[in-house]
């Protein structure tokens, strides 16, 4: 099951989002954070997004299995005045051991029907090239712009290229 999670329920799934931030950290996904990487310092960070989840510049949606949180993604509104109808898809991320079941394809679809739903029209994103996630992007239909060498380093610390991607949608008829 896919939820949004709202600024109610954000507190308290803060170290469940931590955990699983941190299992594909140290799995060698590169989504910002180099490894080891501790489950408490990953729930610090997904703790310091509270502000932006309450105001709704950040919308989060968490995949469950049971009670168990096992994926996450995130839209996040372009702070622009000029943007307003732009956001960024980003931490897509699915624990270990859930993959394999199509979750990741699900959050990233459920992540574009709320960002329509939003009114963002064009999202854009990042990711490691060569990466399964961008495999899935392109098979998703985004549109890959370019790929900038040397851009970030992996969670080993190695220098790697990341490809940029965008996906324009309509706006759902209300």
Aim: some cysteine; aromatic content about 8%; overall charge neutral.
């Amino acid at each position: 099951m896919i939820t949004r999670l709202s600024a109610a329920d954000y507190p308290g799934a803060v170290r469940a989002l931590g955990e699983v931030l941190a299992d594909c950290t140290n799995g060698g996904a590169s989504v910002g954070f180099l490894a080891p990487f501790d489950p408490a310092e990953a729930a610090a960070w997904w703790k310091g997004l509270a502000g932006d989840v309450e105001s709704g510049a950040l919308l989060i949606w968490a995949a469950w299995s049971g009670a168990r949180l096992v994926g996450t993604v995130q839209i996040r509104r372009s702070s622009m005045p000029n943007a307003p109808h732009r956001g960024e898809l980003a931490k897509l991320l699915v624990h270990r051991d859930a993959r394999g079941r199509g979750l990741g394809r699900t959050l990233l679809a459920e992540a574009e029907r709320g960002a329509r739903d939003a009114g963002i029209t064009v999202l854009v994103l990042d990711t490691e090239t060569g990466s399964p996630a961008q495999r899935l992007y392109s098979s998703a239909g985004w549109t890959e712009t370019g790929t900038i060498p040397d851009y970030a380093q992996d969670p080993s610390g190695a220098l790697r290229s990341t490809t940029f991607f965008y996906k324009k949608a309509l706006v759902t008829e209300r």
